[in-house]
T-cell receptor
Framework: AQSVTQPDIHITVSEGASLELRCNYS??????LFWYVQSPGQGLQLLLK????DTLVQGIKGFEAEFKRSQSSFNLRKPSVHWSDAAEYFC???????????WGAGTKLIIKP | DSGVTQTPKHLITATGQRVTLRCSPR?????VYWYQQSLDQGLQFLIQ???????AKGNILERFSAQQFPDLHSELNLSSLELGDSALYFC??????????????FGPGTRLTVL
């Protein structure tokens, strides 16, 4: 069965430092990949998505993610975080033909001033 | 603003009661998804409707039901409520959802508290 793992429940980063959030999936072929962000008290918002083509994907708010087939990963990165990036980040995978997204457990990003 | 609206924003009720959560998808979106988000279970997919028909079921309890109306708005009905049903309930919509993995647009959620 397909699965998505976000190994880090919490990550603390200093403001201005770089960020990488990890996402690993289990699926035999190339899935559809998404990163969503949930700010406190808000719904989820799409940051970026990968369907095919260039494995480095640019998203909103200065985020990017790289699809690495050999590692079954789709890690989210940002070169310099801002306090407003404090939120929970979810990786989601679409795979298997049933058109449902499989969601990771989320990573809560805490920004140190 | 995603264009997806949910009402009410907050709901407080007692165990054993029944509530209805409402969702209006983005204009033009045919698919509606319902999710439950709780601290211990994370984000759980409940059910999907596409153009009025049930498309897929996830971890939805038998006490819960949903429907999508001809105007494409959807309602999630929760009955015989238990303390453990306290959670954030999100609705999301997408363009099709019949085929392919389309971006889902999320509403702001309804926070349900069962006392």
């Amino acid at each position: 069965a397909q699965s998505v793992t976000q190994p880090d429940i919490h990550i603390t980063v200093s403001e201005g430092a770089s960020l990488e959030l990890r996402c690993n999936y289990s699926y035999g072929a190339t899935p559809y990949l998404f990163w969503y962000v949930q700010s406190p008290g808000q719904g989820l918002q799409l940051l970026l998505k990968y369907f095919s083509g260039d494995t480095l994907v640019q998203g909103i708010k200065g985020f990017e993610a790289e699809f690495k087939r050999s590692q079954s990963s789709f890690n989210l990165r940002k070169p310099s975080v801002h306090w407003s990036d404090a939120a929970e980040y979810f990786c989601a995978v679409g795979a298997g033909g049933n058109y449902q997204l499989i969601w990771g457990a989320g990573t809560k990003l805490i920004i140190k001033p | 603003d995603s264009g997806v609206t949910q009402t009410p924003k907050h709901l407080i009720t007692a165990t054993g009661q029944r509530v209805t959560l409402r969702c209006s998808p983005r204009s033009g979106d045919l698919s509606v998804y319902w999710y439950q988000q709780s601290l211990d279970q994370g984000l759980q997919f409940l059910i999907q409707y596409y153009n009025g028909e049930e498309r897929a079921k996830g971890n939805i309890l038998e006490r819960f039901s949903a429907q999508q109306f001809p105007d494409l708005h959807s309602e999630l009905n929760l009955s015989s409520l238990e303390l453990g049903d306290s959670a954030l309930y999100f609705c999301a919509s997408s363009v099709t959802g019949a085929k392919g993995y389309n971006e889902q647009f999320f509403g702001p959620g309804t926070r349900l508290t069962v006392l």
